[in-house]
């Protein structure tokens, strides 16, 4: 079965695309709300000392405020209004998302259909704002305790970043919400997509540049271009894959009327958790290296110095947890967002059953069975996605990866989500052409 991509890249004229008014216009806002964004990530906080910043981000960018620095596209590093970015949106919808899988109030929520979306969604922004504030504080706290980033601390700074901070992440989650419905994509995931492609030409520019003063052979850098391209294909392989389960309808009779029976397919991702794992294996390792980096930093030593030695890049020691975490979460996730039992009892309340085996529970255990197995190939692929850039710090020696874990993971779903969408948008202007060269606009006699 053709990708939305192979159908968009038979199918794409020109000529069609030209004519899709909306599509434009659609593509157009997108790309004026990234523009707004990118500047946004330009505009540092009030009261800080630029230098000072600078050479405190040099020091600790290998923890988390690397991490949060790639998905804010450079604006952790720049201490921006939009430092934050919209990672306590993401945090909040995970979260609620968990809670909706946990809590009876929010499972009921989740299936009371559109008006229950609604209400999650709002729980979500509450939370994302709560979560906000406290980052935001936090932060102000933080900066005013670490020597000379602060022009004038006090309370004023404290509250001027706190305010600061949350309206950057609201504006952005306000801005993510009108690109999904008035432009290409989920806006969420647009902007991190935005942030992690505004930082390839840099790292690509500073790896020619290793390679031109000879720190890494023209062969290995070929070779590491060859790697990206052949992770990518393979990202995009795994992420289209998935199991298909036979489902079958029998005869039924409406009124006078007889029905065949009819068959349908139940899909199973193979990567069911999509980028979750490594987001959060990530942020339980780096945590330890980014405490410790600032108690460094304020002369202090200790245990934390120890165990973020051990836990450092390219350390055995973080490869092995960080593969652990990862297939720990892969199966953690999965069982929190699909429940084999409710569907099992969803399709016996149909009418539907599986062949050679019985509704109800036994196919509650088949779907489970089939479902534990796929998830085995799911963390098995993203454990290698997220280990390959380990390696070749440690063993290349390429202290920049181009694109990598997490971040690859990202841009290849979120392209994939936009392609389709984009050929979704190109179906229906070719449909509405040919309704309007028929003429069924409506009877007009």
Same mark, same amino acid.
């Given at each position: 079965?053709?990708?939305?991509?192979?159908? !968009?890249?038979?199918?794409?004229?020109?000529?069609?695309?030209?004519?899709?008014?909306?599509?434009?216009?659609?593509?157009?806002?997108?790309?004026?709300?990234?523009?707004?964004?990118?500047?946004?990530?330009?505009?540092?906080?009030?009261?800080?000392?630029?230098?000072?910043?600078?050479? !405190?981000?040099?020091?600790?960018?290998?923890?988390?405020?690397?991490?949060?620095?790639?998905?804010?596209?450079?604006?952790?590093?720049?201490?921006?209004?939009?430092?934050?970015? @919209?990672?306590?949106?993401?945090?909040?919808?995970?979260?609620?998302? !968990?809670?909706?899988?946990?809590?009876?109030?929010?499972?009921?929520?989740?299936?009371?259909?559109?008006?229950?979306?609604?209400?999650?969604?709002?729980?979500?922004?509450?939370?994302?704002?709560?979560?906000?504030?406290?980052?935001?504080?936090?932060?102000?706290?933080?900066?005013?305790?670490?020597?000379?980033?602060?022009?004038?601390?006090?309370?004023?700074?404290?509250?001027?970043?706190? @305010?600061?901070?949350?309206?950057?992440?609201?504006?952005?989650?306000?801005?993510?919400?009108?690109?999904?419905?008035?432009? @290409?994509?989920?806006?969420?995931?647009?902007?991190?997509?935005?942030?992690?492609? #505004?930082?390839?030409?840099?790292? *690509? #520019?500073?790896?020619?540049?290793?390679?031109?003063?000879?720190?890494?052979?023209?062969?290995? $850098?070929?070779?590491?271009?060859?790697?990206?391209?052949?992770?990518?294909?393979?990202?995009?392989?795994?992420?289209?894959?998935?199991?298909?389960?036979?489902?079958?309808?029998?005869?039924?009779?409406?009124?006078?009327?007889?029905?065949?029976?009819?068959?349908? &397919?139940?899909?199973?991702?193979?990567?069911?958790?999509? /980028?979750?794992?490594?987001?959060?294996?990530?942020?339980?390792? $780096?945590?330890?290296?980014?405490?410790?980096?600032?108690?460094?930093?304020?002369?202090?030593?200790?245990?934390?110095?120890?165990?973020?030695?051990?836990?450092?890049?390219?350390?055995?020691?973080?490869?092995?947890?960080?593969?652990?975490?990862?297939?720990?979460?892969? &199966?953690?996730?999965?069982?929190?967002? &699909?429940?084999?039992?409710?569907?099992?009892?969803?399709?016996?309340?149909?009418?539907? &059953?599986?062949?050679?085996?019985?509704?109800?529970?036994?196919?509650?255990?088949?779907?489970?069975?089939?479902?534990?197995?796929?998830?085995? $190939?799911?963390?098995?692929?993203?454990?290698?996605?997220?280990?390959?850039?380990?390696?070749?710090?440690?063993?290349?020696? @390429?202290?920049?990866?181009?694109?990598?874990?997490?971040?690859?993971?990202?841009?290849?779903?979120?392209?994939?989500?936009?392609?389709?969408?984009?050929?979704?948008? !190109? *179906?229906?202007?070719?449909?509405?052409?040919? /309704?309007?060269?028929?003429? $069924?606009?409506?009877?007009?006699?």
């Amino acid at each position: 079965m053709a990708s939305a991509a192979e159908q !968009l890249a038979a199918n794409l004229n020109f000529g069609a695309f030209a004519k899709a008014d909306e599509l434009k216009k659609r593509i157009w806002f997108t790309l004026g709300a990234l523009v707004i964004y990118r500047l946004g990530t330009y505009i540092p906080l009030p009261g800080m000392n630029p230098d000072a910043v600078a050479d !405190l981000f040099r020091q600790t960018q290998s923890g988390m405020l690397g991490m949060f620095n790639m998905f804010s596209g450079g604006a952790v590093g720049r201490l921006a209004i939009f430092a934050l970015a @919209i990672m306590p949106y993401i945090s909040a919808s995970i979260i609620v998302q !968990l809670l909706s899988s946990v809590v009876p109030s929010f499972e009921a929520l989740k299936k009371e259909g559109e008006q229950g979306r609604k209400t999650l969604n709002q729980y979500t922004r509450y939370l994302t704002l709560v979560l906000a504030v406290f980052q935001a504080y936090a932060i102000g706290v933080g900066l005013q305790g670490s020597g000379n980033l602060v022009l004038e601390p006090g309370p004023f700074f404290l509250l001027s970043t706190t @305010i600061t901070l949350t309206g950057g992440t609201m504006f952005l989650l306000w801005l993510g919400e009108q690109i999904t419905s008035r432009g @290409i994509g989920n806006g969420t995931s647009m902007i991190i997509f935005s942030g992690i492609i #505004a930082e390839f030409p840099a790292q *690509l #520019a500073q790896t020619f540049e290793l390679g031109r003063q000879g720190a890494i052979s023209t062969g290995l $850098l070929l070779g590491v271009l060859v790697m990206a391209v052949c992770v990518i294909a393979f990202c995009v392989f795994m992420e289209r894959a998935q199991r298909r389960l036979l489902i079958n309808y029998p005869k039924r009779q409406v009124g006078n009327r007889m029905y065949e029976g009819q068959t349908s &397919f139940l899909p199973l991702k193979l990567n069911t958790s999509g /980028v979750i794992p490594p987001i959060f294996a990530s942020s339980l390792l $780096l945590l330890p290296t980014t405490i410790a980096s600032f108690s460094q930093a304020s002369g202090g030593t200790g245990i934390l110095s120890t165990i973020a030695t051990y836990l450092a890049h390219g350390r055995p020691a973080f490869m092995f947890l960080y593969a652990a975490l990862i297939i720990f979460f892969c &199966f953690f996730y999965t069982a929190i967002v &699909f429940n084999p039992v409710e569907t099992a009892d969803n399709l016996k309340k149909h009418g539907g &059953f599986m062949p050679g085996i019985r509704p109800g529970e036994r196919t509650a255990e088949h779907i489970d069975r089939i479902l534990t197995r796929i998830t085995v $190939l799911g963390a098995g692929y993203l454990t290698i996605v997220c280990l390959i850039p380990e390696f070749m710090i440690t063993y290349a020696q @390429i202290p920049i990866i181009l694109l990598g874990g997490t971040s690859l993971l990202i841009v290849v779903t979120t392209t994939m989500d936009t392609v389709a969408q984009i050929h979704g948008h !190109l *179906l229906a202007h070719q449909y509405e052409g040919l /309704v309007k060269k028929a003429k $069924l606009r409506g009877a007009r006699r």
